[in-house]
């Protein structure tokens, strides 16, 4: 199984900051994890010019090739800068720009088609959770943001409890194996066994600490890393965290 760390900067990054790329490009130049930095749109042509042994990807897209969507980029212009991956359906953007599941799987099918490495992100509300609803509201973020004829060969799916995320709290390893045991076996329904190669990852307030944790909880293939992804001094040690955890 592929091992993923990807880091999410969002709205953060100016060009000094790609000291921070380049410093993860150097550190881990024979890794064999999969490393993904998603800087802000703004980052990406300069930081394609020095990420050698990493990959970068973007935090959005639009599920339309091209046309008058002011402000939005494609799927096809990342691709033609050499972007391999894509993070969609984040909850801050579910939130804050009102995606629902039908405009993530638009997105998520367009990614998919233009053969983007693709992160879908799921995860309940602590309302929801307090509700005891997480499984339900997992399951329908599957079925609803997944077609069922998409090829799923470069799928990634993080799970990402919302009040985890940027929030220090994290759930217990009990309930994080629980989770993705469960998305696994919604994928192997939805997809057929061959999806038990769809690699999980899981987000909200991965540090170098509690990684090790983490990383070894089965079907935990990697992880979806938002503030401490911003720089090399605290994204290194999450990535030494699964090179050292056993497969
Ligand atoms: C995220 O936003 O995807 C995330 C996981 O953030 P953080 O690591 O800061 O909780």
Not at 89 to 95: A, L, P
Request: proline share 4%; hydrophobic share 40%.
């Amino acid at each position: 199984m592929r091992k993923i760390i990807a880091g999410n900067w969002k709205m953060n990054g100016k060009l000094e900051n790609l000291l921070e790329i380049k410093k993860i490009s150097n550190e881990f130049a024979l890794s064999e994890i999969e490393i993904v930095i998603c800087p802000p749109f703004t980052l990406l042509s300069a930081a394609s010019e020095i990420a050698k042994n990493i990959y970068l990807g973007a935090q959005n897209l639009h599920p339309e090739s091209e046309g008058a969507f002011t402000g939005e980029i494609s799927a096809d212009m990342l691709v033609d800068l050499g972007i391999t991956h894509s993070i969609i359906g984040h909850s801050e953007r579910r939130t804050e720009h009102n995606e629902t599941n039908e405009l993530v799987a638009r997105k998520v099918n367009i990614s998919l088609n233009k053969k983007l490495q693709t992160i879908i992100c799921i995860g309940e509300t602590e309302l929801q959770r307090k509700e005891n609803r997480t499984l339900e509201i997992i399951e329908q973020q599957l079925l609803d943001s997944l077609a069922s004829n998409i090829t799923f060969e470069k799928l990634i799916v993080a799970y990402e409890p919302i009040w985890a995320i940027g929030t220090g709290l994290i759930p217990e390893a009990s309930e994080i194996s629980k989770i993705h045991n469960f998305i696994r076996v919604k994928l192997v329904e939805l997809f057929g066994s061959n999806a038990s190669n769809i690699p999980l990852l899981y987000g909200g307030s991965v540090n170098g600490s509690n990684a090790p944790e983490i990383f070894r909880v089965a079907n935990v293939n990697g992880a979806l890393v938002g503030g401490a992804s911003l720089s090399f001094e605290k994204f290194a040690p999450i990535i030494r965290a699964i090179e050292n955890t056993d497969p």
